[in-house]
């Protein structure tokens, strides 16, 4: 019973703590990447489909350029600033 806990690994510590700031960081980074991808290829085949002379409706392409930039930017605000750990 008289047993000390043993400390952790600085290097795992500094892990737990960011997981703990961020959760589920890779799910969301994916997620963004897959949806933005998405947006992305809506976008190519609508602009193709417009340079070869068919009919695209300005609305369709406007939620595609809103997907692209709104999950583009979820992306770029979900990376990794900077990685500052706390020491206590």
Do not use: C, H, K, Y
């Not at 009919?55 to 992306?75: K, T």
């Amino acid at each position: 019973m008289g047993q000390q806990p043993r400390p952790l690994d600085p290097d795992l510590r500094a892990r737990l703590l960011q997981e703990a700031r961020t959760p589920w960081r890779g799910l969301r980074r994916a997620l963004w990447l897959a949806l933005a991808g998405s947006g992305g290829a809506g976008l190519a085949v609508m602009a193709l489909r417009g340079a070869s002379g068919g009919e695209v409706a300005s609305g369709d392409i406007l939620i595609q350029i809103g997907a692209v930039a709104l999950f583009g930017s979820l992306l770029w605000f979900d990376r990794n600033r900077s990685p500052r750990i706390e020491q206590q």
